[in-house]
């Protein structure tokens, strides 16, 4: 029997929020809309001029690319026009955009990463879209939106590569759906994922190891010396979405051109660490768990150290 996310969700509603009206799960249906829109447009890339630059630089300076600008206009497009959504925040818009929406009808905030790693498009590697659900508190929703990662009601991401999968977490565990192109469904394929007590493999771009603040530099070293290997795709979901099924550890640590990190808490750090500890992992800047930081500006940027219990319980800075 195939289960549809759609289905998984109503369940997951219904079994712990007897009382919801489905107004989460007609929220995370925009998302699925938008992750089908965008991969259909990623599988065809080469071949719709769907490849290489926009020609514009977004927010953070990067040049973007076409499939940034249309993942970005997808995600606003599909998630705007639930009412349930009080504000969107993406990695590509440098404000918040918020809907006049009381705080009973916009009951949610969506953080998201439209597409990272996009410069492995061209070059046929997996990329992501990254989300975070925040509930919306009373009062004017622009301050809501700064709220430590342990106020995620949802988080989740979908990895494009030889096949699509979304991977989501409300709470109750992390859960995998493979999108079936033959009918066009996510249906699962991942139940209770468990993240590895340990790993063997470590994951960070070494040719920043001249920059790295020695704690790591040392800690790689003696993985080293236990015989771990090493593996750095360069497109953040793939390398979490590894670490989550085989163990190990993933670093971004502060480097020259990124004294505070490269990844950013909101969208990115946030997310992954809700889903890593929720499939028994862990997730820290270095010092402190990810999910305790409060945020003090919606693209900043934090040290991310995410993996197996073990692996990152054993390090610190
Ligand atoms: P570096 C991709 O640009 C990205 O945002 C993440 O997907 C990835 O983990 C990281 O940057 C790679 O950065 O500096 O190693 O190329």
Redesign the pocket.
Known sequence: MIVTVQQHIMFEQRRRHPEARGRFSWLLSGLTLAAKMIEAKIRRAGINDALGSAGETNVQG?TQQKLDVYANQALLHCLGVRDSVAALVSEENEEPLVFDRAAETGEYIIVF?PL?????IDVNVN??TIFSILRRPPGHVGDAILQPGHHQIAAGYVLYGPSTMLVYTTGDGVFGFTLDPAIGAFVLSHEHVQMPEQGRIYS??E??ADSFPPAYSEYFAALRKKGYTSR????????FHRTLLKGGI?F?PP?K??PCG??RLLY?ANPLAFIAEQAGGLATNGRSRILDLTPTDIHQRTPFVIGSHADVTNFSN
């Open positions: 990067e990463d990272d790693g996009s410069s492995n990329v992501g960070v771009n040719a920043n750095y795709i360069g497109s953040l979901v793939a390398d993933f971004y480097t051109s990124h490269k990844l990115e």
